[in-house]
């Protein structure tokens, strides 16, 4: 199933449609970095203005993510609150297919940096836990990647008149 739309049937008052997609359509399943768990739900309010199609609403799926900090997969619902498409339309008997539009739209609502949760801990940099499991038996590293940095308030400057000058930190 696609979302095809017949602008010719759209009254003038508007058309509310609304409805589920399968991922396959729109081939979601098959790519590894989109991995939607469920159909790709949507609800869109349908305009006819003149010779344009207007189409507003929202889209939704369920997706499988991996946690960017500890990599435990995790489920959450991906919604875009504010789809919006805009075609002009030379022919109003044409049918026109809003599938792509819906799937560019799912794709873009994707985190970029998925966290199972807010305050997620991580992963150990020593042996590798998964923090939110529990402790490891591990000392904090010593270096950080701040380490580098930590002579700079020793350093002394000349100024321009050949002084030499002591940073204050």
């Not at 759209?10 to 589920?20: A, C, F, S, Y």
């Not at 929202?58 to 995790?74: I, N, Q, Y």
């Not at 792509?100 to 020593?126: H, K, M, S, W």
């Not at 990647?145 to 008149?161: H, P, Q, R, Y």
Request: net charge negative; aromatic share 6%.
């Amino acid at each position: 199933m696609t979302i095809k739309v017949e602008p010719w049937r759209i009254p003038i008052e508007g058309l509310d449609i609304e409805g589920e997609i399968s991922p396959e359509v729109i081939a979601l399943k098959e790519d590894a970095t989109v991995p939607v768990a469920g159909p790709i739900r949507y609800e869109l309010n349908l305009q006819c203005v003149g010779h344009e199609l207007i189409a507003t609403g929202t889209v939704s799926t369920d997706v499988r993510l991996t946690c960017s900090r500890c990599a435990d997969t995790f489920s959450e619902e991906v919604e875009d609150s504010s789809f919006f498409y805009e075609n002009e339309v030379a022919n109003l008997h044409e049918t026109l297919d809003l599938t792509d539009e819906v799937r560019e739209t799912i794709i873009l609502a994707f985190p970029n940096y998925p966290l199972c949760q807010e305050a997620c801990r991580g992963l150990c940099p020593v042996c590798g836990i998964n923090l939110n499991r529990g402790k490891c038996g591990c000392k904090p590293l010593k270096e950080t990647c701040w380490t580098a940095f930590s002579g700079l308030d020793k350093i002394e400057v000349k100024n321009g008149s050949s002084k030499k000058k002591k940073i204050e930190s």
